[in-house]
T-cell receptor, first 112, second 117 residues
Framework: TQLLEQSPQFLSIQEGENLTVYCNSS?????LQWYRQEPGEGPVLLVT???GGEVKKLKRLTFQFGDARKDSSLHITAAQPGDTGLYLC????????????WGLGTSLAVNP | GAVVSQHPSRVICKSGTSVKIECRSL??????MFWYRQFPKQSLMLMAT?????????EQGVEKDKFLINHASLTLSTLTVTSAHPEDSSFYIC?????????????FGPGTRLTVL
């Protein structure tokens, strides 16, 4: 059974601080997706990484896929209150339907 | 691109009634759609995979007679919660895979908040 461990589960920081969220697994994934979700809304795709060692940047967010495609990280620089939300990682490629394997999520609160 | 809509966004019903939730891919054709359930401040729990023109594949522990899924066209999948009870109250979210992009990436609808009285 494929599992994806996401940490930390909760994070409360002050505006301007940096943070990193991790997703780790013993399984190899064909891709890794990161989503952000606000209360009462569906998850919004932030990025998809598919190549081992790949780094993608989205403004103040930096995403990295591990060389072995078993882990990924999301780093936010100078966090702002608008970054508050639930961050979810999902590993792709499981089964014939290619369903995603989900991390438990990181609930981030950025205080002004 | 890759926009998914979901309707209704919120529904309140009486115990014992059935509720239908629609999921549409607006600007692409989705051969595969997924239905999730989410509890407060928790991650997504996959309920079933919906494939156009064939029967849905349900995850272990999900009652297929309770949660009826129909994927009659390449842009529409429906989830019907039959004989709803208060324990079925939850946030239901659908997603669709866009064949034009990464085969693993799913695009999500805005969700449906179901409250069963």
């Amino acid at each position: 059974t494929q599992l994806l461990e996401q940490s930390p589960q909760f994070l409360s920081i002050q505006e301007g601080e940096n943070l990193t969220v991790y997703c780790n697994s013993s399984s190899v994934f064909s891709s890794l997706q990161w989503y952000r979700q606000e209360p009462g809304e569906g998850p919004v795709l932030l990025v998809t990484v598919v190549t081992g060692g790949e780094v993608k940047k989205l403004k103040r967010l930096t995403f990295q896929f591990g060389d072995a495609r078993k882990d990924s990280s999301l780093h936010i620089t100078a966090a702002q209150p608008g970054d508050t939300g639930l961050y979810l990682c999902a590993g792709g490629g499981a089964g014939n339907n290619r369903k995603l394997i989900w991390g438990l999520g990181t609930s981030l609160a950025v205080n002004p | 691109g890759a926009v998914v809509s979901q309707h209704p966004s919120r529904v309140i019903c009486k115990s014992g009634t059935s509720v239908k939730i629609e999921c549409r891919s607006l600007d692409f054709q989705a051969t595969t759609m997924f239905w999730y359930r989410q509890f407060p401040k928790q991650s997504l729990m996959l309920m079933a995979t919906s494939n156009e023109g064939s029967k849905a594949t349900y995850e272990q522990g999900v009652e297929k007679d309770k949660f009826l899924i129909n994927h009659a066209s390449l842009t529409l999948s429906t989830l019907t919660v039959t004989s709803a009870h208060p324990e079925d109250s939850s946030f239901y979210i659908c997603s669709a895979r866009d064949p034009r992009t990464s085969p693993d990436t799913q695009y999500f609808g805005p969700g449906t908040r179901l409250t069963v009285l």
